[in-house]
């Protein structure tokens, strides 16, 4: 069994440009990988079948699971006769603006890329990921980086400064595509990106602080306003700042003091049942 971890993302910022004509969104957004991830488990199979296994009910075990999807483009692009057993630990809440099926999928290529020894650069990679979803792409290189395009155009970027983060999801599932769906793009207020890219170039903190927002937040506040407590919470209980992550509804807080985290961890966790203190990964895994 080869083993793969599938690290989360938050994004620091997130802007939306325009519609495009093939029905998806510009955008321009800053992700960075955090160390809360699903372990991919790989086991090759001589029937050719892609068989999933996962305990978490909110996961499909077929066709529409991100992960399937990606060995069955290896397995069809390359003429790949194995076949292989997915077994996914979740550890990323599902549908919370953290691509965790995203970064599964991406997880699986670069394993199947090492167990059926396609020797693929990681920029290929990437390319077969971003016709799996707009995130897969940034999560096949992780770290932290710029996406542009629909989020699939990659720039990579340094670590941020080195800080915690409190995720809280509420117990909420978001739909992207009714998120993108309820934008009205003449009134986006778009987040300060060149800002918050000297701000990672310079381990600028206060200015990170300054600069994170997201244009999806006006959409996922009006349809679920306990996002919105969450946010008056995370800041109440001492964040620095506080984001919704992509769709959401995760909403991230980062802190600096490793004493705040734990008052803020046992705060947010009076409302919701999903909250974590991790950190930012910043670089991406050399090995990638
Ligand atoms: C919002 C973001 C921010 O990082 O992440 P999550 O909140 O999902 O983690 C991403 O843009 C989500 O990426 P991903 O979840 O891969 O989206 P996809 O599966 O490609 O698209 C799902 C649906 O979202 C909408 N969509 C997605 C990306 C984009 N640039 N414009 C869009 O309009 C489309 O309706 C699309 O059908
Ligand atoms: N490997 C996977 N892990 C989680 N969700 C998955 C996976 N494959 C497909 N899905 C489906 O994709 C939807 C969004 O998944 P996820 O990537 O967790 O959300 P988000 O993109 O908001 O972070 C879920 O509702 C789930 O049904």
Redesign the pocket.
Known sequence: MLYVKAPA?I?LT?D?LH??PD?????E?I?TTVDLADRIGLERRTDGQIRIISADRYVPDDHRNLAYQAARLLRDTYGIKEGVTITLEKKIPVA???????SDAAATLKGLNYLWDLKLTSDQLAVHGAK?????S?CVYGGTAL?T???ELIQELPAPPNCWIILAKPSIG?S??D???GLKINEVIHPKTKDMIRAIHEKDYELMCEAMGNA?EAVTLKLHPEVSMIKEQMMKFGADAVLM????PTVFGIVQHESRVNRIYNGLRGFCDEVYAVRLLGERDPLA
């Not at 919370?96 to 995203?102: E, I």
């Not at 992550?245 to 959401?248: A, D, E, K, R």
């Open positions: 993302k994004n997130l939306v519609k495009r029905g998806y969104h510009e955008v957004m992700m919370a603006g953290l691509a965790g099926g995203s799996i979803g707009s995130d897969v940034f996406a395009g629909r989020g978001v992207t595509a998120v993108y769906g999806l992550s992509g769709s959401g």
